[in-house]
Structure formats: structure tokens, C-alpha cells
């Protein structure tokens, strides 16, 4: 059974930086897609970075563009998200994501297994 367990989440003054961590469990996942994601209260999960565990390519949205790096650590199953220059709008659960696929998805309902979530509070 796959599992995907993030930590690292927490508060942070504006300006600040914090690395998210998502260790997978349950297969080999040499062919997925992790993605990470955040949702804001009353708002829709939205998609933040993607990369798959093979390659170098990588995706994000433009509002973390040279803030946010997701990176993987194959040996230890790991993928991580480091943020830098936190902003009070960056503040939501993050969720790790992950797709068996040769693509890079970036919606939320092309993913098949999902963590629970780290709060990441920014205060201006």
C-alpha cells in the first residue's frame, strides 16, 4: 500500500524559509510523478511543483518561481520542497501527491495517492 507522509511544516515570519519533506513508502516509485500541493482555507487544493523520480525536469507555479525548489532524494524515498522568502499568501496545508506516470501532472484529480498534510503558517 502506498503511503506518503509529509513533515516540516510550521510557522514562519514572512521572509522566511522552510523545507518541506514527503517520505513514500509501499512500491517502487522509479516511473512517478510526486507533485506537491496547498490549500488555503476556503479555497480549491492547487498545484505548487511537480517533478517525476527519474530526470531533471520540473514544474511550478508562477507565483513560487524562484522561491520554491522541489527536489528528491532517491535513496532515502524522499521528496522535498524547500521554500524560501515566505509570504503570509504561501500559508495553507501542503500536500504531497503522487501519479505512476511518464508525464509531470499539475491537477490535482491526475494524481492517485496523496498525503495528509502539513500546516505552513506564514505571519506577516
Known amino acids: 500500500q502506498v503511503q506518503l507522509v509529509e513533515s516540516g511544516g510550521g510557522l514562519v515570519q514572512a521572509g522566511g524559509s522552510l523545507r518541506l519533506s514527503c517520505a513514500a513508502s509501499g512500491r517502487t516509485f522509479g516511473s512517478d510523478a510526486m507533485g506537491w500541493f496547498r490549500q488555503a482555507p476556503g479555497k480549491e487544493r492547487e498545484f505548487v511543483a511537480a517533478?517525476?523520480?527519474?530526470?531533471?525536469?520540473?514544474y511550478y507555479r508562477d507565483s513560487v518561481k524562484g522561491r520554491f525548489t522541489i527536489s528528491r532524494d532517491n535513496a532515502k524515498n524522499t521528496v522535498y520542497l524547500q521554500m524560501n522568502s515566505l509570504k503570509p499568501e504561501d500559508t495553507a496545508v501542503y500536500y504531497c501527491?503522487?501519479?505512476?506516470?511518464?508525464?509531470?501532472?499539475?491537477?490535482?484529480?491526475?494524481?492517485?495517492?496523496w498525503g495528509q498534510g502539513t500546516q505552513v503558517t506564514v505571519s506577516s
Open positions: 517533478m517525476r523520480w527519474s530526470g531533471s525536469m520540473t
Open positions: 501527491a503522487a501519479k505512476g506516470s511518464l508525464v509531470i501532472p499539475t491537477k490535482v484529480r491526475e494524481y492517485d495517492y
